[in-house]
């Protein structure tokens, strides 16, 4: 089994900032790609960053770019969301992604539990 733990999350006010974690831990031969998913009350759920964990390259919504930064620990099953600049419209549940590599046919797509982060004064 795999899973996904997410941390960080809570209230802060326009402007301020945020940290979210995310470690898998479980049955992973190897991991694919790492990424941070949102949805909002009424809205479906987005992609916010995402990052490849060879090579790592990112990749992130226009409605984050500048203000979100993508990244991973050096043993590539953490990754983080630093979140900047925040604004009562990212107010969202932010969820965990991953591919997974469970074995050697398989990989395997698994999602955090979810963690809510809100953005009000």
């Known amino acids: 089994q795999v899973h996904l733990v997410e941390s960080g999350g809570g209230l802060v006010q326009p402007g301020g900032s945020l940290r979210l974690s995310c470690a898998a831990s479980?049955?992973?031969?190897?991991?694919?790609?790492m990424g941070w998913y949102r949805q909002a009350p009424g809205k479906e759920r987005e992609l916010v960053a995402a990052i490849i964990t060879s090579g790592g390259t990112t990749n992130y919504a226009d409605s984050v770019k500048g203000r979100f930064t993508i990244s991973r620990d050096n043993a590539g099953n953490t990754v983080f969301l630093q979140m900047n600049s925040l604004k009562p419209e990212d107010t969202a549940v932010y969820y965990c992604n991953a591919e997974i590599k469970v074995d050697i046919y398989a990989v395997r797509n698994y999602w955090g539990q979810g963690t809510q982060v809100t953005v009000s004064s």
């Open positions: 479980g049955s992973i031969l190897g991991i694919n790609s």
